[in-house]
Nanobody
């Protein structure tokens, strides 16, 4: 069914920028899916980063990244992005792309609500 593939991760210096991409395939109605990003570090639970509704007109961010990260999507290209600015060492983690057909407000969505997940892409921020 729906497949998500992340890319764009890598090593970046603190204060720098990075853009993650999530390519979506296997579905015709991808534009109807809410999407988001989570991240996880060893020994810690996965953490919500950002979410975006089906049209891209509504976004929601974790306090830890608010003002620094931007989530956006291009449904025509079946791709969703996370623009990371002013990155910090604390941003180091494996970042996962996710999607759900849920029509609930994105602010109410939690990890269990997202049906599809990518394999993750490593982001490492050096100090």
């Amino acid at each position: 069914q729906v497949q998500l593939v992340e890319s764009g991760g890598g090593l970046v210096q603190a204060g720098g920028s990075l853009r993650l991409s999530c390519a979506v395939s296997g579905g015709t109605f991808i534009s109807t899916y809410a999407m988001g990003w989570f991240r996880q570090v060893p020994g810690k639970e996965r953490e919500f980063v950002a979410a975006i509704n089906w049209s891209g007109r509504s976004t929601y961010y974790a306090d830890s990244v608010k003002g620094r990260f931007t989530i956006f999507r291009d449904n025509a290209k079946n791709t969703m992005y996370l623009q990371m600015l002013s990155v910090k060492p604390e941003d180091t983690a494996v970042y996962y792309c996710t999607a759900t057909p849920s029509q609930r407000p994105i602010q109410t969505l939690r990890a269990p609500a997202f049906n599809f997940w990518g394999q993750g892409t490593q982001v490492t921020v050096s100090s």
